[in-house]
């Protein structure tokens, strides 16, 4: 993965979409984006991380706070882990970290994770 600043998240863009590493933490007291966790972005959904309902969250909290539709965010590795990489359709990599940015999370497009 390129190196990013700790308090950067690292938006690449691909061939087959807009890839972001996550920081999960299931389980928490709400939704929300935490902000840059070591190039990724760290959020915190409620639910526990069992039959995929955290996944399902992720997804719902990524496709709100970005503007996307669900089926336009796929985890695509990670699903039984904390660290996730997740693919987003419809965007390039420079609006989403526009819209990152517009949701207080500092970001930069990079070249590859």
Known sequence: MEAA??????????????RLQLRV????RA???LG????????EVRAAPERG???DAVIRLLASSLGLGRSQVEV???ASGRDKIVRLLGASATEIARRLEAEGVSARV????
Request: positive net charge.
């Open 5 to 18: 600043p700790a308090d950067t998240v690292l938006v690449v863009g691909t061939a087959d979409g807009v």
């Open 53 to 55: 309902r955290a996944n």
């Open 76 to 78: 695509i590795t990670g």
């Open 36 to 43: 840059p966790h070591d190039g990724a972005l760290k959020l």
């Open 31 to 33: 939704d929300r984006l």
């Open 110 to 113: 990079g070249s590859r994770i």
């Open 25 to 28: 933490k299931p389980g928490g």
